[in-house]
């Protein structure tokens, strides 16, 4: 039957040719965008295998369907695999994002209403931690914290802020702060006012699995992330704690809290990137990114681009704009055309609306992943610099274009899926 022989060149060529423009895309220019990755051939393959046709309800061993046996055996080895890479005593691998897997925690803890400190998005904060278009924003009493005038998270402030407030859930993490969080900190203050501890971790995830950043899990009583950034796996979420007693609550908070049935190939490719992210090469590629964002952020500060809090501890780091007189928005489309891939980011205080911005964020995990390392990253480094500086000098087009080819040669040393 053609349905199932035809290829997608012949069945859909407008999406084919799509993808196929984006596999180029992805092959000759430097992604830096940093919740983005490359993963394996073996992940690809576990995406796009026939799970994808299979519905499942429930948990493994639980469901609410015939023929789960497959499904049972995948998610509980991811599952197991999700414990073991975490040292965790709980983990749910059914979250469809980061953002479906902090709603499950709001809904398995609160109550519309209840209080919740978080980081303020221009901070670096999240959307799903009380930005106000999001739920949490809309449904909840949001207390925030923020950085001080060094880019530094304000410890003192946000210990004010939780004893003024009360809130019942305090969360740790967020989307655009580069440097290593004092979870200690916020334990003790978690503990002080009697408020549940969440950190999201979905941009340093893969540090974690690596032992290259404080570890949340004994510290947290619940811990979200994503695969696919710096843990270098598929689009999803998953929740992680050291308490086991959390599971019934967390579970039902996922499905049927938040969620119906599971994305199978989905967690069937997270289970592969939890294997993966077990092996001594992963540990390896975890370093790279490390030494590979602090190679850019050095390069950077070098050609005195205004890098926050100077440096980072993180896969990200952010660059502040203002002082080269340039927006986010601007600056995001002019790398483009240079071939390297950025994101227009809010800093704090800034004056400029979220599809404007005034700064960028750079991240390094996959660049890391395609083989590139700290020479390569500081030779990115003065790249941007050089088109910011352009920009500034109103001589930009030369100059992008002679980094776009300069980019295409340096990638093509670096290749990465097959044709
Ligand atoms: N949370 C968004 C980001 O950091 O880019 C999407 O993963």
Redesign the pocket.
Known sequence: MKHFTGGLADVDPEIYAALEAETARQRDGVELI??ENLVSLATLEAIGSPMVNKTVEGYPGGRYYGGAENADRIESLAIERAMQLFGAGYANVQPHS?SQANLAVFLAFLTPGDTVLSMDLSAGG?LSHGAGPNISGKWFDIAQYGVGADGFLDYDAMAETARARSPKLIIAGG?AYPRAIDLERFRAVADEVGAILLVDM??WAGLVAAGLHPDPIPVADVVTA?TYKNLRGVRGGFILSHRADLSRKLNSAVFPGVQGSVILNAVAAKAVAFREAMKPEFKTYAQGVLDNARALAATLVEREVTVLTGGTDTPLLLVDLRPLGLTGAAASDMLESAGLTANKNGVPDDPESPRVTSGLRFGSSAGTARGLGVDEFTQIGHWIADVLEAMGSGTAEPVTTRIRDAVKALVSRFPIYPA
């Open positions: 940093a919740s980061g999240h989307s979905a941009h994503t």
